[in-house]
């Protein structure tokens, strides 16, 4: 059976760990917030309220998720109306309802844009462990650098071979770390990575070659 751990790393989307009723909790605890900070600071934001509630929605969004994020927006809309209002009650009046209208719609769009990005970070993390672990059960060596052709990662095979560990060369140039040589006139063979990044293709060396190690 897998464990909740693995479980996350082979799912598509991420497992929420905080309990639904915590996510809702942290929603209306949020604009409550909100609610005190604005009481606090009114005289210096009067009229506009909605910004401290914006922060809540967004915070409220990051923590819990899309629909604890939409209660918020719901709660401080209702909270911005009373706030707003000259007689400190719900107003239902047109500029009123446009008034609200317009800040619920900014709420949603806060929410949804903050919940969207949350997700696109865990998805990534998510991707980032599915390829660690990919490349590391693979038998042939494999080494993967970044766009400037610095080193991320090594599997097992690719440290035995070549005498670095994974910590060692992590983040040094490849072409500090793999080095081949022409077998015949033991010339150097430069260039092969940069093409490889450059062309986005597979380069086959056309003919035997000797890998360096570390110790040379």
Same mark, same amino acid.
């Given at each position: 059976?897998?464990?909740?751990?693995?479980?996350?790393?082979?799912?598509?989307?991420?497992?929420?760990?905080?309990?639904?009723?915590?996510?809702?909790?942290?929603?209306?605890?949020?604009?409550?917030?909100?609610?005190? !900070?604005?009481?606090?600071?009114?005289?210096?934001?009067? =009229?506009?309220?909605? $910004?401290?509630?914006? *922060?809540?929605? &967004?915070? #409220?969004?990051?923590?819990?998720?899309?629909?604890?994020?939409?209660?918020?927006?719901?709660?401080?809309?209702?909270?911005?109306?009373?706030? !707003?209002?000259?007689?400190?009650?719900?107003?239902?009046? =047109?500029?009123?309802? $446009?008034?609200?209208? *317009?800040?619920? &719609?900014? #709420?949603?769009?806060?929410?949804?844009?903050?919940?969207?990005?949350?997700?696109?970070?865990?998805?990534?993390?998510?991707?980032?462990?599915?390829?660690?672990?990919?490349?590391?059960?693979?038998?042939?060596?494999?080494?993967?650098?970044?766009?400037?052709?610095?080193?991320?990662?090594?599997?097992?095979?690719?440290?035995?071979?070549?005498?670095?560990?994974?910590?060692?060369?992590?983040?040094?140039?490849?072409?500090?770390?793999?080095?081949?040589?022409?077998?015949?006139?033991?010339?150097?063979?430069?260039?092969?990575?940069?093409?490889?990044?450059?062309?986005?293709?597979?380069?086959?060396?056309?003919?035997?070659?000797?890998?360096?190690?570390?110790?040379?």
């Amino acid at each position: 059976m897998l464990s909740r751990r693995e479980l996350s790393i082979l799912l598509p989307f991420p497992i929420r760990r905080s309990r639904p009723l915590n996510r809702y909790a942290s929603a209306v605890g949020f604009t409550l917030l909100a609610c005190i !900070g604005t009481y606090l600071i009114w005289p210096l934001i009067s =009229p506009a309220v909605s $910004l401290l509630f914006f *922060v809540a929605v &967004l915070f #409220a969004s990051w923590y819990g998720g899309l629909r604890p994020g939409l209660l918020c927006c719901l709660l401080s809309t209702i909270t911005c109306n009373f706030f !707003g209002h000259p007689s400190n009650s719900i107003g239902v009046g =047109p500029d009123d309802l $446009l008034r609200l209208s *317009v800040f619920m &719609l900014a #709420a949603v769009c806060v929410n949804t844009l903050t919940f969207a990005r949350a997700q696109a970070e865990e998805m990534s993390k998510q991707i980032q462990k599915q390829l660690a672990v990919t490349l590391k059960s693979i038998g042939d060596a494999v080494i993967t650098t970044d766009a400037k052709a610095r080193v991320t990662s090594m599997n097992s095979v690719a440290q035995s071979l070549l005498g670095w560990t994974e910590v060692e060369a992590r983040g040094r140039l490849i072409r500090d770390v793999f080095q081949i040589l022409d077998e015949n006139s033991h010339e150097k063979i430069a260039g092969v990575v940069p093409r490889v990044i450059r062309d986005n293709a597979v380069i086959a060396l056309g003919s035997s070659v000797l890998l360096v190690t570390r110790d040379g």
